[in-house]
């Protein structure tokens, strides 16, 4: 590994060369002014078409093959940019002058310390949870600890004291009546207070958007160290966000080249349309739930296989094929069992995904030093190739982002557990950017699924029953 980006910056530069001459010019908006609701639209299974809301914080071309952020190409952000600056234009929603972006910068170091939920993050058996599990769980103890909502909202209110719900709290005793009840739990207030107001406006604005946008990073190297049985470490305020980060999980700073690439990842998965977890946040947000409940809906939407879980798979993939030798073989018996390929294929993409023509050069790059990675991306070099000759015309199958991510972290050092949850601690940014975009004009969401079932049926007693 060199230890200056300059050598990152030229591949960067190289890719996004390269990038442009394959895409073409920059993509046109497919819709300028406001629309006219309702709008018609055809909707296939999985909601594929629906149009949830209007956006101008991000737009993915998929035929086109190209990625926008606030009408700035990912590809330009990826050669000039930092996340700060891009988390800054995803939810202010333009480019930060010098002087915003030193501030914004502060206020990121700043919120990096959340002492409150780091100390029952660690009081709790995080080395035995899920990691995307302990994220939303730490996310949960920042609304907690940054806007004291839970407090205000359970406070102790001794005239509606009631007793114990029996639906959700186990009994020693069946109840018979309130007065047979064992537990008694205060009710929640009808009314919320003036405070717990002003506290539930602030939990949904730019400010709790910047503290989760910070402390995601800070919550996530900490489950990293706490699984692996070592103390988290406090921040350091002299670091990027990106390098801090990787600092915070190995406790060593990186090199500038390490720090760029960390940077380069996180400003390539900031945003990105309207996918399952950034939908996740908005329905949870239209109900005028807050930013952190809404986030933690995000995190969990992204754990799945299918969507942020899918670079883990890619590299049990590659691991799985073992050699170059073997893809051919390997790809025929998993095609002939009508199984996908990790890391290939895309609901809006038909054409290659543009953050994977970066991060797949960066990978190049890194994997010089290392046999493991070396043979590692030899093997992905080669699926790569035999997978696009057989669904790439033909489907629109063509490697997504997550193919290259997880070799890209292995190459930094981050363990296998850690990439969706890397993945959450940038896309933070684009959740969001997004629930504040959607709450100045909110409705909650409400589809209808359409009804398959029988009507009318007869109930039949249980001794009636057959059987
Ligand atoms: C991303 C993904 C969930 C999109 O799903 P989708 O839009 O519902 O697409 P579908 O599953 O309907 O696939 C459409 C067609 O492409 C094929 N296809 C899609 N992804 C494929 C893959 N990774 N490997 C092989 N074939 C694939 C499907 O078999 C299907 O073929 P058919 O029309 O003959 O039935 C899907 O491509 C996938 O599961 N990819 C692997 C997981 C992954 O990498 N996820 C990360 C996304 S960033």
Redesign the pocket.
Known sequence: MVDTSKGIKKVVARAVEKARREIGGTPESPSKGRLKWPIQCTVGP?L?GAIACESQVGFVNGSQGSLVYRGYDVLDLSAHSTFEEVSYLLIHGRLPTKSQLEKFERKLVEFRHIPGTMRVLMGFPVEKMNAMAAIRLGTNMMRQECTQLDVMEARRDPDTAISADEDSIAMEVPPSGEEHAIYEFPKARGQKSARSEKAMAAAAGIESATRLIAGTATITAAVARIREGRMPLEPDPELSHAANYLYMISGKRPSPAEAKIMDLAMILHADHGMNASTFASLVVASTLSDMYMSISSGVAALNG???GG?NERVIETLEEIGDPGNVKAWYRARKAEGR????????VYKRYDPRARILGPIANYLTGSSERAKRLLETAHELEQVVIGD?GEE?G?YP???FYSGLVYTCLGIPTYLFTPTFAVARVAGWTARVLEYMKNNRIFRPRAIYTGRLNRRYQPLDERPG
Do not use: M, S, T, W
């Open positions: 999985g594929e296989p299918l969507h899918a996908k390929i990790p890391g290939f294929g895309h609901r669904l489907k199958i997504n982002v997550d």
